[in-house]
């Protein structure tokens, strides 16, 4: 049974005023099958945990470690860690003018297999995970996000997820933008990479509306660069009604 295990996890970041500590030492264990939502006020270290298990080079990690299967993810490269099985659906997809879509699906496929996937099953397979999304076909022959709706954009990164079926699923805000159909779509393709491999995700959200379809196992709500507090769905629920006044008297959002 996979494992991704984050310990005491410090990150710190450039800034103009110099630098500035993020996370203040995070602890997560994720298992195999899994979900995890990580929920908190806007500053609290969300996506700075998704792109420092990521490796996102803007970002440094002071100590701690992130762990899959026992294996140190943050002595890899990023391409590396992809490899080892960890994937990061980004809140800002970027375009990449030049490359289309399917040649961008089939390298990344093939970079992470260690070989190219049979061009006729390859097709049916991207076909159907386009379907299940609702995507047009020609979305294969369009450059990468360039001129996507912020709705298309989500779409397209859990396209990759369905394709390139890591272990573990980091998902930063993939909810974010979504009308309430397109949530509907992106989640139940999440469910059908869950289902189909088995892998642990890590859902950093705002709102409790997607965890509506994508069902937590944990919730834990970050504050300040540290878990202030973790139980199951219904800490989601009460979020929603109570906000994160609690949370933050006292602490200084960073």
Request: aromatic letters at 6%; charged letters at 25%; glycine letters at 12%.
């Amino acid at each position: 049974m996979s494992v991704l295990k984050i310990e005491d996890l410090q990150v710190s970041v450039e800034t103009e005023q110099g630098t500035k500590q993020i996370l203040r030492g995070v602890d997560l264990t994720i298992g195999q099958g899994e979900t995890h939502a990580i929920m908190g006020p806007n500053g609290s270290g969300k996506s700075t945990l998704a792109y420092a298990i990521a490796g996102h080079p803007k970002y440094h990690v002071e100590g701690g470690s992130v762990t899959l299967d026992g294996e140190e993810m943050l002595d890899l490269s990023v391409d590396e860690r992809a490899r080892a099985g960890l994937f990061l659906a980004m809140q800002y997809p970027v375009e990449i003018p030049g490359v289309s879509n399917a040649n961008f699906l089939r390298t990344a496929k093939t970079a992470i297999d260690g070989a190219a996937p049979p061009i006729r099953s390859w097709l049916k397979e991207v076909d159907a995970a386009m379907s299940g999304l609702r995507m047009d076909k020609s979305f294969r022959e369009r450059n990468v996000n360039e001129g996507f709706s912020g709705g298309e954009k989500k779409r397209n990164e859990i396209l990759q997820l369905e394709l390139l079926k890591p272990k573990f699923a980091v998902l930063d805000e993939t909810d974010s933008g979504l009308d309430v159909d397109a949530l509907k779509i992106v989640s139940e393709g999440v469910n059908r990479a869950k289902e189909a491999t088995g892998m642990g995700v890590l859902l950093i959200t705002h709102y409790n509306r997607i965890l509506r379809y994508v069902k937590p196992d944990f919730v834990h709500v970050f504050v300040a660069g540290k878990v202030a507090e973790q139980g199951g769905p219904e800490l989601a629920v009460r979020l929603e009604n109570e906000g994160y006044d609690r949370f933050l008297e006292g602490s200084t959002v960073g």
